[in-house]
């Protein structure tokens, strides 16, 4: 019960599931996300960002990932978009 699961999609594939303890931050999660990535093989240049959305809506980075832990019986499900940032 103090771990939350997640899946993170990326275009329209889920690419990552991790088991995350629930005192932990979007910010610290966005930053897990993002080295995962990268050795997956998914290539995430500098100057991209990466912007997650759950249900839609951009969560605050200061967020507990556990406020997004309603339903208990599924995974909580981030969607990742990739925006270039320069150029």
């Keep these: 019960p103090d771990h939350v699961p997640c899946h993170i999609n990326f275009e329209g594939a889920t ?3 991790l088991i995350l303890p629930c005192c932990t931050r979007v910010c610290e999660m966005h930053l897990c996300v ?3 990535m990268i050795t997956k093989g998914i290539r995430v240049r500098a100057e991209e960002a990466l912007f997650m959305f759950v249900d839609g809506m951009i969560p605050a980075s200061s967020s507990f990932i556990s406020d997004f832990d309603i339903d208990k019986s599924k995974p ?3 969607e990742v978009q990739r925006e ?3 150029g």
């Design 34 to 36: 993002r080295k995962r």
């Design 76 to 78: 909580v499900t981030f």
């Design 15 to 17: 690419v990552l599931k």
């Design 84 to 86: 270039t940032t320069f």
